[in-house]
């Protein structure tokens, strides 16, 4: 296991600067992982975001500056996600119980969140020059996780 909350942090997150900010922490933190180190935080990452693929999470409406109400695209709803677990260990947690704690992540700044899937892909290709080997013990494309999804 790797110590992935340490690599994560922790982010405010209350504009898109800042999720840029806390994006690039981490992949300055990953930069300093050893392959293996590498492919097992892509894996916690996986798992992660899986674990909050929930129809109650994706159903929070998206407001924009405008007013204008809309629904989350299955795109959306895996970048709040990113932006959820880019939050931290405690934010992450908190959404997980209170499904309000999930809204501050439906902004349309999070959605810069998005570049937290490829970090450590990224950082793996460059340093080795090879493919990173994907795993999809935990897929995190919206919808499924099928417990989430249970009525």
């Not at 349309?108 to 969140?113: L, S």
Request: charged content about 25%; glycine content about 8%; overall charge negative.
């Amino acid at each position: 296991m790797t110590e992935f909350w340490k690599i994560i942090g922790s982010s405010a997150l209350t504009s898109g600067e800042e999720v840029e900010e806390a994006v690039a922490a981490v992949g300055r933190r990953l930069s300093g992982l050893a392959e293996s180190e590498l492919i097992q935080f892509d894996k916690e990452l996986r798992e992660h975001l899986f674990r909050i693929d929930k129809k109650e999470l994706a159903d929070i409406p998206v407001t924009l500056s405008s007013g204008q109400v809309l629904t989350q695209t299955d795109d959306y709803f895996l970048y709040a996600r990113c932006a959820c677990v880019l939050g931290g260990e405690s934010r992450y947690a908190g959404a997980q119980v209170e499904v309000p704690e999930f809204a501050q992540f439906v902004v349309p700044y999070a959605q810069r969140a998005e570049e937290l899937i490829y970090l450590a892909a990224d950082v793996y290709e460059e340093r080795t020059g090879l493919e990173f080997p994907s795993d999809v013990t935990f897929p995190i494309d919206t919808g499924s996780n099928k417990e989430g999804w249970l009525p």
